[in-house]
């Protein structure tokens, strides 16, 4: 059964620092999402990643994707307050959610 | 605005009932997928419809079924409700293919009495 983790599970981080949201899976996969969900809101959809070494950037976001190691990681570069939300990582097979991150920027 | 639509917002009823959600996708959108999110179980895929067929299926309980109609829109219909099946369903959609991103509506609540 493929199984998700993701870690932390929370963050606080003050505004301005880096700071990385790492995705690990389970079983073979080559497609995996990450999506945003803000408190009492829907999600928005942030990244597909479609296979090893993929790379992608939006804003103050990078996602990537080791498909040998089996993991994914979500770099948040020089965080802004606007960026407190709830992340998660999904991992195409079945779907399967991870906990979520819980991210608080602090002034 | 993602363009999908879920109704009703908010659904109360009581054990054993049973209760139908619907979902409108962004025009031009041919796959809906459905999801259920609570605090004990976190968010979890149920099944995915494409053109009017299922397409994909995750944790979707017996109880529940799903079905996509020949102008796209889906419900999702659950059967006798039991406590534990209170919860946020969400409903996505996308153009079709697994690299398309996903746009999910606001929800529907459902809360069981």
């Known amino acids: 059964e493929l199984k998700v983790e993701q870690n932390p599970l929370f963050l606080s981080m003050q505004e301005g620092k880096n700071y990385t949201i790492y995705c690990n899976y389970s079983?073979?996969?080559?497609?995996l999402y990450w999506y945003r969900q803000d408190p009492g809101k829907s999600l928005e959809s942030l990244f597909v990643l479609l296979s090893n070494g993929a790379v992608k950037q939006e804003g103050r976001l990078m996602a990537s994707l080791d498909t040998k190691a089996r993991l994914s990681t979500l770099h948040i570069t020089a965080a802004v307050h606007d960026l407190s939300a709830t992340y998660f990582c999904?991992?195409?097979?079945?779907?399967?959610f991870g906990a979520g991150t819980r991210l608080t920027v602090k002034p | 605005d993602s363009g999908v639509t879920q109704t009703p917002k908010h659904l109360i009823t009581a054990t054993g009932q049973r209760v139908t959600l619907r979902c409108s996708p962004r025009?031009?959108?041919?796959?809906v997928y459905w999801y259920q999110q609570s605090l004990d179980q976190g968010l979890q895929f149920l099944i995915q419809?494409?053109?009017?067929?299922?397409?994909a299926k995750g944790n979707i309980l017996e109880r529940f079924s799903a079905q996509q109609f020949p102008d796209l829109h889906s419900e999702l219909n659950l059967s006798s409700l039991e406590l534990g099946d209170s919860a946020l369903y969400f409903c996505?959609?996308?153009?079709?293919?697994?690299?398309?991103?996903?746009?999910f509506g606001d929800g529907t609540r459902l809360s069981i009495l």
């Open positions: 079983t073979t996969s080559d497609r």
């Open positions: 999904a991992v195409d097979g079945d779907m399967r």
């Open positions: 025009s031009g959108d041919l796959s």
């Open positions: 996505a959609s996308s153009a079709g293919g697994k690299a398309q991103p996903q746009h």
């Open positions: 419809y494409y053109n009017g067929e299922e397409r």
